[in-house]
């Protein structure tokens, strides 16, 4: 073995430029297949993560402005949730399909200030569900609970940007104070996480207390629940058909009326999503085979031409009695060693050039106008993956290479030597 | 009995089958220092390759030192050729990447000799044929004689008991020739090495102690040259 690996050494020493351009092949496709992949995983990150943190496994419906016009009503109306919406929503006829029902109550701007610094709220009253259907994630403190809403609690729950605004420093340190908004202080017990690509600024605070100060109707803004047994879209579709169609009912909707409520399921936005997700995936995977393929090609195009070139050598190899199994074991440790080598390289710059499109492309965000998106996050490839295809871009090429190694270790020693 | 062919047939069919060996009969002592001559195209060099187990015959015996040598597995072939015997080409057939020495360590290391020993030993050999200023130089830095002393070293250093040799001053001036014949006469007389020439050269082959001509596929008139009176001119044209 070590005799072979001398053997080896000093032919690719001494073949420089056939070593140098079998080894680029190798590094190049390498390379390619990396950076593909981490271009890949990066717009899959940033796809799912953009996605993933807005939609809830949950429908939200709201009051919306009618397109028909019915029951002697004019098209045009806006529609208002009232509290017959929620007994309807928690009827016995949703049974064992809707559950975890919570609404919150109209909204209507507001300025927070403390201490003499000001920012813009927007006040809705909401249930401890909330948190979870909104996808807020808590920077400090806690969400509003069944206690604040059973004792009208004045607590109130802000973002990390409106903490920052008003108390400089970590948002935890905003916890307990008292803020006011307009003349009724609110004692903050919770900051939820924004960043600079989130210009969130509603400010829950309980549903009961909203209904005490600010509204004393039973007008609701939106209606959030679960629903269970729905699975496939054709399903979904047909749930928001037979909820909607009692909505519809309790407001003097037109049951043709494809507006009047807006039904916002993200179950199916989920699904969809998904779909997207793996459609992106699978190109991505074609995308890479195709790259793997063409290394592939040209490993073996170089594997079969320098064999053909060194018939001559083989020629005289065997003449002074190198076994066919010599010849064979020369090549394939041969292009072993070569893929070997240079696959590390290749996939070494590779991932090098993945961290530079973290810290470049990775950290750049595109301003959407409403939002920021960040193109690629987290580029990379795993060192799983990045190993797992070199190590068949080596296996690949050995075999490529073995096809004319056999050939070469077949043919008759005085038919090589007379090769040129 | 060295060598022993026995009605050896040899036909190419490479589109219009030829017919070049048509019954050869031939035998070689141990210790022998043959040429073999014979107008281009007669089969010398097939002759001498299937000597040399390169090419193989369709019909005949040829025996080796007593062994049958007919369709041999490459591997065995091989083996054969490793241990048995040297070859010396008018084109050198040095590898071109590979130093002297190690050209001259490669049979060897098919031997599985280690690699100390194996250099050791090539050293030797070079410094024998007078070319151990040369033994780290590739051979395109190296005059044709100089390569095809490298390639004897090569061809002698698994000590084999013949010595194969398709015109070696070929390719080399009379000046170099005569110092290579000069080389392999004294490689037979002072270790018996068993050697055969192929040449078409009179001069040549005068320097051999027999002279086996082959016309028309098979074994004409072998001289006894003992005295080296074959030819009385100069060793070369
Ligand atoms: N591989 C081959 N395929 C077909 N024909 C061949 C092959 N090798 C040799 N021949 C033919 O066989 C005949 C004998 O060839 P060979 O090389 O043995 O001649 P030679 O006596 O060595 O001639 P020269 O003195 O020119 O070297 C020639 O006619 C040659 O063309
Ligand atoms: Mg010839």
Redo the contacts with the bound molecule.
């Keep these: 073995m070590r005799e072979l690996f001398h053997e080896i050494a000093s032919t690719l020493r001494n073949n420089k430029l056939r070593t140098a351009l079998t080894g680029f092949a190798v590094s190049w496709g390498i390379f390619l297949l990396i950076c593909l992949l981490g271009a890949g995983n990066g717009l899959m990150n940033s796809f799912m993560g953009n996605m993933e943190d807005y939609i809830s496994q949950s429908i939200t419906v709201e009051g919306w402005r009618t397109s028909k016009p019915y029951a002697g009503y004019q098209e045009g109306r806006i529609i208002q949730l009232d509290q017959q919406d929620i007994r309807y929503t928690k009827g016995t006829q949703w049974e064992g399909i809707i559950e975890n029902v919570s609404s919150s109550t109209t909204s209507q701007s507001a300025t927070l200030s403390l201490n003499g610094k000001t920012v813009n709220g927007w006040l809705m009253g909401v249930m401890p569900d909330y948190m979870e259907q909104q996808k807020l994630k808590l920077a400090a403190g806690r969400f509003i609970n069944p206690a604040d809403i059973r004792e009208n609690g004045k607590v109130i729950v802000i973002s990390a940007a409106q903490a920052k605004e008003l108390l400089p420093g970590e948002p935890a340190g905003i916890i307990g104070k008292w803020i006011n908004l307009g003349a009724i202080p609110f004692r903050v017990v919770g900051v939820y996480h924004t960043d600079e690509r989130d210009y969130r600024r509603t400010t829950p605070v309980p549903y009961s207390t909203y209904k005490v100060i600010y509204d004393s109707s039973d007008k609701i803004e939106s209606i959030t629940f679960n629903v269970n047994g729905p699975q496939t879209l054709e399903q979904h579709q047909a749930f928001e058909k037979a909820y909607g169609s009692g909505i519809k009912r309790l407001h003097s909707i037109a049951p043709d009326d494809n507006r009047g409520i807006w039904i916002n399921n993200g179950y199916t936005d989920n699904m969809q999503m998904n779909k997207a997700s793996r459609l992106i995936r699978r190109a991505l995977w074609i995308l890479g085979i195709l790259t793997l393929i063409s290394g592939i090609v040209g490993v073996s195009n170089i594997m079969l031409i320098t064999v053909k070139e060194r018939t001559h050598e083989f020629g005289i190899r065997k003449a002074i009695g190198a076994r066919p199994g010599e010849i064979l074991k020369l090549i394939i440790a041969e292009s072993i060693t070569i893929t070997a080598i240079f696959g590390y390289i290749g996939m070494f710059i590779g991932m090098v050039a993945c961290q530079i499109m973290d810290k470049t492309v990775g950290q750049r965000a595109v301003d959407l106008g409403v939002e920021k998106i960040q193109m690629l996050v987290n580029p990379t490839v795993g060192l799983d993956i990045a190993l797992e295809a070199t190590l068949l871009l080596i296996i690949a090429g050995t075999l490529a290479g073995a096809i004319p190694a056999w050939k070469a270790a077949r043919v008759k020693p005085i038919e090589a030597l007379?090769a040129e | 009995m060295l060598i022993e062919l026995k009605g050896v047939h040899k036909t190419?069919n490479?589109g219009q089958p030829?017919h070049?060996l048509k019954g050869i009969d031939l035998n070689i002592e141990k210790g022998e220092f043959v040429s073999i001559m014979?107008a281009?195209?007669?089969?010398?060099?097939?002759?001498l390759n299937i000597l040399g187990i390169l090419d193989n015959y369709d019909e005949g015996t040829y025996h080796l030192a007593g062994t049958l040598i007919k369709d041999l597995s490459e591997r065995q072939a091989a083996d054969y050729r490793n241990r048995m015997i040297g070859f010396v080409f008018q084109s050198f057939n040095l590898i071109s990447f590979k130093t002297a020495v190690e050209n001259v360590e490669l049979p060897l290391y098919y031997q599985g000799v280690s690699r100390k020993e194996r250099h050791a030993k090539a050293m030797e050999y070079l410094e024998k044929l007078g070319l151990t200023d040369w033994s780290h130089h590739f051979p395109n830095e190296m005059s044709g004689g100089q390569k095809q002393r490298v390639a004897i070293a090569r061809a002698l250093i698994t000590q084999p008991q013949i010595i194969l040799a398709d015109?070696p001053t070929g390719a080399l001036d009379s000046k170099t020739s005569v110092e290579v014949m000069q080389l392999l006469k004294r490689l037979n007389q002072e270790d018996g090495i068993t050697i055969i020439v192929?040449t078409?050269e009179s001069g040549v082959a005068n320097e051999t102690d027999k002279i086996i001509h082959i016309k028309d596929g098979i074994i004409g008139e072998i001289e006894e040259n003992t005295r080296h009176t074959a030819w009385d001119g100069p060793m070369m044209k």
């Design positions: 007379r | 190419y490479n030829l070049v014979g281009s195209g007669s089969g010398k060099s097939t002759l015109e192929v078409h």
